[in-house]
T-cell receptor, first 114, second 119 residues
Framework: AQSVTQLDSHVSVSEGTPVLLRCNYS??????LFWYVQHPNKGLQLLLK??????LVKGINGFEAEFKKSETSFHLTKPSAHMSDAAEYFC????????????FGQGTTLQVKP | GAVVSQHPSWVICKSGTSVKIECRSLDFQATTMFWYRQFPKQSLMLMAT?????????EQGVEKDKFLINHASLTLSTLTVTSAHPEDSSFYICSALPGLAGGVIYEQFFGPGTRLTVL
């Protein structure tokens, strides 16, 4: 069965410093992986997605993620945090079989300190 | 970009009443819509998959008679919480999938959510 594990429930960084949000996945096949961001009381926005093309995926707002099959990881990074990046981040894997179903990780709360 | 709306954005109701939440894809047709539930500080839990013109498929543990889903058109799905109780209070989020063609998974687009409070 597909699953994702977000290794940190809460990450705190200072504005201008790098961001690293960690995600490991479990899949029998090459998965489709996503990172979504959720600002308070708002819907989810897609940051980036990996669908078996380039392993380094660039997303919106300066975020990127690298798919590492050997480590079963798909960590999200950003070189310099901005106050507006404070939000909840979800690592997501697509269920096998083209059902369209998404399986969400538990989420990581990113706090950005001034 | 593709936009999904939800109405209402928040609702407060008395215990025992029913509440209907609408999910609309504004600028595309959605063959499939999904309904999620999110408790405070928690992740999204898929409740059901809604396909236009057919019965919804519910995830294990979700009461289909309590959470009625109707997907009457390619742009509208509704979730009705029947005989709501305080434990049904939650943030309900829908998403819409433009379509599945040739094995390619198109991006899901999420609505802004509906906060339900049952007194």
């Amino acid at each position: 069965a597909q699953s994702v594990t977000q290794l940190d429930s809460h990450v705190s960084v200072s504005e201008g410093t790098p961001v690293l949000l960690r995600c490991n996945y479990s899949s029998s096949y090459s998965p489709s992986l996503f990172w979504y961001v959720q600002h308070p009381n708002k819907g989810l926005q897609l940051l980036l997605k990996y669908t078996s093309a380039a392993t380094l995926v660039k997303g919106i707002n300066g975020f990127e993620a690298e798919f590492k099959k050997s480590e079963t990881s798909f960590h999200l990074t950003k070189p310099s945090a901005h106050m507006s990046d404070a939000a909840e981040y979800f690592c997501v894997v697509s269920e096998l079989g083209n059902t369209g179903k998404l399986i969400f990780g538990q989420g990581t709360t990113l706090q950005v300190k001034p | 970009g593709a936009v999904v709306s939800q109405h209402p954005s928040w609702v407060i109701c008395k215990s025992g009443t029913s509440v209907k939440i609408e999910c609309r894809s504004l600028d595309f047709q959605a063959t499939t819509m999904f309904w999620y539930r999110q408790f405070p500080k928690q992740s999204l839990m898929l409740m059901a998959t809604s396909n236009e013109g057919s019965k919804a498929t519910y995830e294990q543990g979700v009461e289909k008679d309590k959470f009625l889903i109707n997907h009457a058109s390619l742009t509208l799905s509704t979730l009705t919480v029947t005989s709501a109780h305080p434990e049904d209070s939650s943030f309900y989020i829908c998403s819409a999938l433009p379509g599945l063609a040739g094995g390619v998974i198109y991006e899901q687009f999420f609505g802004p959510g509906t906060r339900l409070t049952v007194l």
